[in-house]
């Protein structure tokens, strides 16, 4: 039951991925628009950037394991084929 469980927590495809970014998204500007309220000027602006950036970096980090993760088990099937 708790594997069952475990496999909704899993990202399989590249659409599931793209939804989990949008939702990073959305939260990073979310609070990068409260940045901008409580620290005014160039302060608020840096945090507003940290936080999209940080959703950069996540997005692309999803996306190379999700690559990784596929070349793997085209790997593991051909081997398999093969012995």
């Given at each position: 039951?708790?594997?069952k469980l475990g496999r909704l927590?899993?990202?399989k495809t590249r659409f599931?991925?793209?939804l989990i970014i949008f939702a990073l998204a959305l939260g990073a500007t979310a609070r990068g628009s409260q940045y901008l309220v409580e620290y005014p000027g160039w302060g608020g602006r840096l945090l507003f950037l940290a936080t999209t950036g940080a959703v950069?970096?996540?997005g692309a980090k999803i996306l190379d394991c999700?690559?990784?993760e596929r070349e793997a088990k085209?790997?593991?099937?051909?081997?398999e084929t093969e012995g």
């Open positions: 039951m708790l594997r927590f899993v990202i599931e991925a793209y950069f970096l996540a999700l690559k990784y085209e790997a593991e099937a051909a081997a």
